[in-house]
């Protein structure tokens, strides 16, 4: 039998997915690049290795909406927090807004937020991740609804569906970074690939503040010089960016670095997976 080389494999479309009946026998290295959670059959755009919803509604102050299981060696992948506005108090044309934030108890207990007064316009939802984060055990979520152009809180105006997967792993890559980690105007380095390189699936930034709109710069520093994924882009007031169209490898020892132009303005948490062969 001829060899047959898995990078000749084409679709009837001349596509690179591929499906395989009766076996598949392949000698030498597979890499496969995606940062899909394991579990039963998670495949696509169809993730059936979805473990657990959940379901609540925020109060107007800052309340633990949500606390991850205290299982240790378990990391959790947050794939969805979908916001309605349910709203029938604050009439036709006003939106709500909503907060949203996570603490590591059992790192540096610093709370970083996801999301900060983003609006919700009356019959309107947001999804508040364009890419899954990780969180560790016993991770705190808070959660809390304001009113329209005021700020004042008011609850029970907002419906929160929340999915996330349960990984017995320690590869995934958990990073938060806020006024704890960002302490300075930088650069400050807040993520370090050690031991392995790393898949980065998610940098995502939040604009915290009431008072402007606010730059920030990312780079990748691997020692010698610093390339930057972003310079000086400015995330609008109560604005959320997530940079990563792509995934991105990091290599072994490069670091992550965030450069902000005021601190307290703007907070980053970083996703990915270690690339262990």
């Not at 696509?44 to 606390?67: H, R, W």
């Not at 937020?113 to 364009?130: M, Q, R, S, W």
């Not at 006024?179 to 370090?192: A, C, K, L, Q, Y």
Request: glycine share 10%.
């Amino acid at each position: 039998m001829s060899e047959l080389r898995i990078d000749q494999l084409k679709n009837r479309d001349g596509l690179g997915a591929v499906s395989v009946s009766n076996g598949l026998v392949v000698s030498g290295i597979v890499t496969a690049d995606g940062f899909v959670p394991g579990g039963s059959g998670g495949s696509g755009d169809f993730n059936t290795g979805i473990t657990s919803s959940v379901t609540f509604s925020p109060l107007g102050y800052a309340t633990t909406a949500f606390t991850f299981p205290a299982t240790s060696g378990y990391q959790y992948i947050v794939n969805s927090i979908n916001v309605a506005n349910t709203s029938d108090q604050v009439g036709i044309g006003t939106s709500i807004n909503i907060i949203a934030s996570v603490t590591d108890p059992e790192g540096k207990n610093e709370e970083t937020y996801i999301a900060y007064n983003i609006p919700i316009a009356n019959g309107g939802l947001v999804e508040l991740l364009k890419n899954p984060f990780v969180v560790g055990p016993s991770d705190k979520l808070t959660m809390w609804t304001t009113r329209g152009s005021d700020y004042v809180g008011l609850s029970s105006v907002a419906q929160v569906y929340l999915n996330y997967s349960s990984e017995e792993s320690t590869e995934y890559i958990v990073s938060f970074a806020s006024t704890v980690s960002i302490g300075d105007t930088g650069p400050v380095g807040i993520f370090t690939s050690s031991t392995y390189p790393s898949n980065i699936q998610s940098i995502h930034l939040a604009n915290r503040t009431d008072d402007g709109d606010y730059p920030v710069s990312i780079g990748i520093n691997n020692g010698v010089s610093t390339f930057f994924l972003c310079k000086d882009l400015i995330i609008p007031r109560y604005a959320t960016v997530d940079l990563i169209a792509q995934q991105k490898r990091i290599e072994i020892d490069d670091v992550i670095e965030v450069t902000v132009g005021v601190t307290t303005s703007i907070d980053v948490i970083i996703a990915g997976k270690q690339i262990t062969s």
